[in-house]
């Protein structure tokens, strides 16, 4: 009797030996620390940042919370932030973003920064204009000059996002609207949504505008353009909803059909080809700006910004996506150094440069191999073009050139 009850005992303690071998009293793991991407970020008055909280377990795993955590702002007058991570500045300063769960919290700072002031430059020979909430001229690069647009007044204030220069005038498109009260306590932000209308302007010389198109949200010209180029015999624009409008003289302008409802935000010119790129990894390509047919980009990431270089296509976009083509059909995904959104590409005949958010400048012979370089800035750069012998970028902050892409002069900003 008393062996079967030793042997009862040894029993149970094998069982509860193996039993715990294998999970059966394995505590769950636990959450130790939550971490927010991005970190340190600057926001332009007026934007969106979309924020991620990964969060790391007592098992060694992690697992994404965006979703799943409570985000908060310490100071929501001058940023707040959504249940699912987006945060909104409303006026210029810095907040503590904070990301909770089960007690584990994690934080970044993200400073609020001015509106951003530019959004595009295009180069004529002789003079650079960019352009964006406000425009300006420069003949060198470093002394800038601000222009009158006629369409410059407070409550009807256009965005122009892009620019392009066919040898005689400057063309300029972007979106119409209002400066609407805002956020938590009704600051006035320069949020372009009041009225929606898409614009064209044309000049001679960068200084003296005139509007020829600004026509209200309809299924005819779309509500808002992102990007113009000239192809020699016509420019072509493209926009919100999928919109591409195409013009022999930047005065006469036809709708054409894109196919896609999709956000189209850059277009290029390859002598042969146009290459339209946009949102969720939409690429178009057409011969002619009539007929356009639609490419595997091989991606999700939104584009917003595509050049060519004599030998193929380069676009870049949302996480650094940075994709090459021989063609605009078929397309390639090259491996990128940084995970900030890439906004702008512009090609000297022997480097690319890359722009885009925090500063973020890079630099590649061949499209394939990049290098990250010092801008001096945290701002957004929006815009970047070649003017001669120096790139000229800017965005939010101050305007940049650079003799090489390598080194960055700030220079005075609009």
Known sequence: MIHSKTTLSSLFLISSMLLSACGGDTAAPTLQSITI??????????????????????????KDLTTSTTWSSSADTVATISASGLASGFKTGSSTVTATSTGIAGSTTLTTTPAILLNALAWSGTRITAVGLTVGTSSDGTVWTSSASPINDPLTHAALNSIAWNGVRYVAVGL???????????????????????????????????????????????????????SGTQFVAVGKNGAILSSPDSTNWAMQASGTTNTLNAISWSGTQFAAVGANGTILTSPNGLAWTPQNSGTGNTLNGVTWTGTRFIAVGQHGAILTSPDGTTWTAQASVTDETLNAIAWSATRLVATGENGVILTSSDGATWTPQKSGTRDSIKGIVWADKQFVAGGGGAILTSPDGITWTSRTSL
């Open 37 to 62: 991407a991005p970190a340190s970020s600057s926001l332009p008055l007026g934007m969106t940042r979309q924020f991620t909280a990964t969060g790391l377990y007592s098992d060694g795993a992690s």
């Open 176 to 230: 119409n609207g209002g400066m609407i009260p805002c956020g938590p306590a009704g600051n006035l932000c320069s949020l372009l949504i009041a009225l929606d209308y898409s614009v064209i302007l044309n000049s001679a010389d960068g200084i003296n505008w005139t509007s020829t198109l600004q026509s209200r949200l309809s299924s005819d010209v779309g509500s808002g353009l992102n990007g113009v180029i000239w």
